[in-house]
T-cell receptor, first 115, second 111 residues
Framework: GAGVSQSPRYKVAKRGQDVALRCDPI?????LFWYQQALGQGPEFLTY????????KSGLPSDRFFAERPEGSVSTLKIQRTQQEDSAVYLC?????????????FGSGTRLTVV | GDSVTQMEGPVTLSEEAFLTINCTYT??????LFWYVQYPGEGLQLLLK?????DKGSNKGFEATYRKETTSFHLEKGSVQVSDSAVYFC??????????FGTGTSLTVIP
């Protein structure tokens, strides 16, 4: 597609429920990032893939968070046993190449609300 | 570590007013600097960028100059429009994999 597509747009989960958030990057983009944006805050880095390889997961806040990109295109961010503090907008971004001179295309995000 | 500090909002301006949103940064290397804009219900969109000192990024009437001596990248526009109402994020990217974002500045332009 023309842009980065994320689904669902909105997700309400009961505390303790597992959720899976999907990201379809722009075709051909090798780099894929996940960010977490809490209400009123800037996005914070969660994890980075280059093709199917997860090269950096230093931003994942706990072992309840898990991301995968098995075929180097679509990525899924999974959160197990959701907690209220997980409520945020989860943004996915992709780029043609990793490098500091390139901007990244962000999706519209998935707004997760844990009740 | 790397970080970005930007002017707190919200900012409310009348149409055609001059806009400045301040942004300063801390980085260990020689980062690239960015401004992203987020319209309601949408994702982040790249507004402009600068990759080295003294570079000026510009787009849609917005400008920002990479000032290494003051570690700043202030966003300016000479005459804002109602359609500029959004949240603006300053960000840097160093040699690592991730962006570091400021907390965002909400701008509302009233007719």
């Amino acid at each position: 597609g023309a842009g980065v597509s994320q689904s669902p747009r909105y997700k309400v989960a009961k505390r303790g429920q597992d959720v899976a958030l999907r990201c379809d990057p722009i075709s051909g983009h090798v780099s894929l990032f996940w960010y977490q944006q809490a209400l009123g805050q800037g996005p914070e880095f969660l994890t980075y893939f280059q093709n199917e390889a997860q090269l950096d997961k230093s931003g994942l806040p706990s072992d309840r968070f898990f991301a995968e990109r098995p075929e180097g295109s679509v990525s899924t961010l999974k959160i197990q046993r959701t907690q209220q503090e997980d409520s945020a907008v989860y943004l996915c971004a992709s780029s043609t190449r990793q490098g500091q001179n390139y901007g990244y295309t962000f999706g519209s995000g998935t707004r997760l609300t844990v009740v | 570590g790397d970080s970005v500090t930007q002017m707190e909002g919200p900012v409310t301006l009348s149409e055609e007013a001059f806009l400045t949103i301040n942004c300063t940064y801390t980085a260990t290397g020689y980062p690239s600097l960015f401004w992203y804009v987020q319209y309601p219900g949408e994702g982040l969109q790249l507004l402009l960028k600068a990759t080295k000192a003294d570079d000026k990024g510009s787009n849609k009437g917005f400008e920002a100059t990479y000032r290494k001596e003051t570690t700043s990248f202030h966003l300016e526009k000479g005459s804002v429009q109602v359609s500029d109402s959004a949240v603006y994020f300053c960000a840097l990217k160093d040699t690592g994999n991730q962006f570091y974002f400021g907390t965002g500045t909400s701008l509302t332009v009233i007719p």
